[in-house]
């Protein structure tokens, strides 16, 4: 009879209750995960804004990501790089134009623009960078003004270096453009370079006088920002 009374306790119900307590053990976890797993948008907002930053990307709310479009040649057209070498290519074969990954060049030779060891702007050279300047103001891009010398002394110009005649011959490129012919000032940045970046080698004339001049880069939006 004792044996009749345990097995009659063992009932095949028990399992029910096992398996109820196991559904809300589950269903207890899954909650706490969903909890866990909830973000605050306002906060990933700000996350992705200031990933962008560092970065340079521009990401969506939904988290697709946009690679910003690189510069292209065209960025600066190729109209005004044709009217600069109309320009400069009817005034003097001092000047030229070219392109390089900073953006277009007007390369002012000092012949045409200064006399030699000078830092004052000749007056025949007054229209073609009265030229160049409307065009410079048809367009929003910044401008890097840069002199360059050759590498013989500065002789009995009343400069003591290299340094400071390119310094002061791009300063004298851009107060004409500014004061002259009204361009915003807060477009231009000016830099001396000396004899540190010579287009051809110092060992001839001719070298020597390629060396010798105003560099007018107009740069790229991406370029301008590096600097």
Same mark, same amino acid.
Request: overall charge positive; cysteine-free.
């Given at each position: 009879m004792r044996r009749k009374s345990i097995e009659d306790n063992d =009932?095949? &119900? !028990?399992? *029910?209750v096992s398996y109820a307590d196991f559904i809300t053990l589950l269903f207890a976890l899954f909650t706490t995960l969903y909890a866990i797993s909830v973000v605050d948008t306002q906060k990933l907002g700000k996350f992705a804004d200031s990933l962008n930053a560092a970065l340079g990307t521009e990401t969506s709310r939904q988290g697709s990501t946009v690679i910003p479009e690189l510069d292209k040649p065209s960025q600066i057209s190729e109209g005004i790089e044709y009217e600069l070498r109309g320009v400069v290519g009817s005034? =003097?074969? &001092?000047?030229? *134009?070219?392109r390089d990954e900073r953006g277009v060049i007007v390369s002012l030779g000092e012949g045409s623009i200064f006399a030699p060891g000078s830092v004052e702007i000749k007056e025949s050279s007054l229209k073609v960078l009265a030229e160049l300047s409307l065009i410079l103001k048809g367009i929003s891009n910044k401008v890097l003004i840069e002199g360059h010398t050759d590498n013989l002394p500065v002789g009995s110009s009343g400069y003591r270096s290299n340094w400071e005649? =390119?310094?002061?011959?791009?300063v004298s490129v851009l107060r004409l453009f500014i004061e002259k012919f009204g361009l915003p000032p807060e477009r231009f940045i000016v830099a001396g370079y000396g004899k540190y970046k010579p287009l051809r080698e110092n060992t001839t004339p001719e070298g020597r006088a390629k060396n010798r !001049?105003? &560099?007018?880069v107009i740069l790229t939006d991406r370029e301008a920002k590096m600097l």
């Open positions: =009932s095949p &119900d !028990r399992w *029910v005034f =003097s074969k &001092d000047l030229n *134009v070219r005649i =390119s310094t002061m011959r791009a !001049r105003v &560099d007018i």
